[in-house]
């Protein structure tokens, strides 16, 4: 069954440094999204991206945050200069479409910044 | 207030119990409803989609009211394995910006 793959499975950083989440959708969906989830809290959407741009963003996604799809497969999350408050569980997902139906999510990556 | 509200739980139940869990959401443009379970630490993964006519899938019945802008979903014959934390998620706008709630937690005791 295809799935949504995650690399790292955790990335642990110092405050002020970048980091690069990656994810690899499925290989049909065209549309991929990043959510993240603090630790005993909910799930939040950060931004989904479709056609090679972001179609929506969240108040959360300042200009420290940025996406990619550099190639075919790749969807990258970048965290420029990392705050304290930026440890959480980051998701990435994707779906086949926009409208109706659901999205498939990753494993996750977990950021600790310290 | 929020957009999807759910109650937190822990619901405690035995085995073979039937145990119901309830979401309400805000937006009343709100067009995709699906029902996710978490694992601690473990991503979202779907249990079921939301249609406007209810629908089952083996022990799972969701039920969608769209005047009284709720959602639900019961669970027959309860599980160990069905232990997890069950998220509400709502979908509005067209780029599947999912709306999820904080999910109801299920504890299923031998």
């Known amino acids: 069954e295809p799935e949504v793959t995650q690399t790292p499975s955790h990335q642990v950083t110092q405050m002020g440094q970048e980091v690069i989440l990656r994810c690899v959708p499925i290989?049909?969906?065209?549309?991929f999204y990043w959510y993240r989830q603090i630790l005993g809290q909910k799930v939040e959407f950060l931004v989904s991206f479709y056609n090679n741009e972001i179609s929506e963003k969240s108040e959360i996604f300042d200009d420290q945050f940025s996406v990619e799809r550099p190639d075919g497969s790749n969807f990258t999350l970048k965290i420029r200069s990392t705050k304290l408050e930026d440890s959480a569980m980051y998701f990435c997902?994707?779906?086949?479409?926009?409208?109706?139906?659901?999205?498939?999510f990753g494993q996750g990556t977990r950021l600790t910044v310290v | 207030r929020k957009e999807v509200e759910q109650d937190p739980g822990p619901f405690n139940v035995p085995e073979g119990a039937t145990v119901a869990f309830n979401c309400t959401y805000s937006?009343?443009?709100?067009?995709?409803f699906f029902w996710y379970r978490q694992d601690c630490r473990k991503e979202p993964k779907l249990l079921m989609s939301v249609y406007s006519s209810g629908n089952e899938d083996g022990r799972f019945t969701a039920q969608l009211n769209r005047a009284s802008q709720y959602i639900s979903l019961l669970i027959r014959d309860s599980k160990l394995s069905d232990s997890a934390t069950y998220l509400c998620v709502v979908n509005w706008g067209n780029f599947n910006k999912f709306y999820f709630g904080s999910g109801t937690k299920l504890n299923v005791k031998p």
């Open positions: 290989s049909n969906h065209l549309y």
């Open positions: 997902a994707s779906g086949r479409q926009a409208m109706g139906t659901e999205a498939f």
């Open positions: 937006n009343s443009a709100s067009q995709s």
